[in-house]
């Protein structure tokens, strides 16, 4: 956390105004510490996006995590993550779509 942060007043000067009801404090860059620079207000969705383990995916200019492009393309999350191994994030994402039982 920044030096200024130490304080409340001082986080809640910086902060506070663009608070809403629902959303948490979330970090732009995981890498670096909280800050006024580094931080906004996130749904819990937005939060669970920026982690280092959701793996975002970027084609035809839209870039969505791997559970939003199966569900765009009308496929099973698991059939999506095989077709990106066996073939590649284009075909995977241009290839007819079938959603297999598993």
Known sequence: ???????????????????????????????????????????RREQMLNTRRTRMIEHNGQKMCIADWAKKLNLCHSALRT?????????ALTKEKHCHAH
């Open 1 to 43: 956390m920044c030096q200024r942060w130490q304080r409340f007043l001082s986080f809640a000067e910086d902060m506070l105004s663009s608070y809403k009801r629902g959303l948490t404090l979330e970090r732009i860059d995981n890498g670096k510490g909280y800050s006024k620079g580094n931080c906004r207000w996130a749904t």
């Open 83 to 91: 077709r990106i191994e066996l073939h590649g994030i284009t075909v």
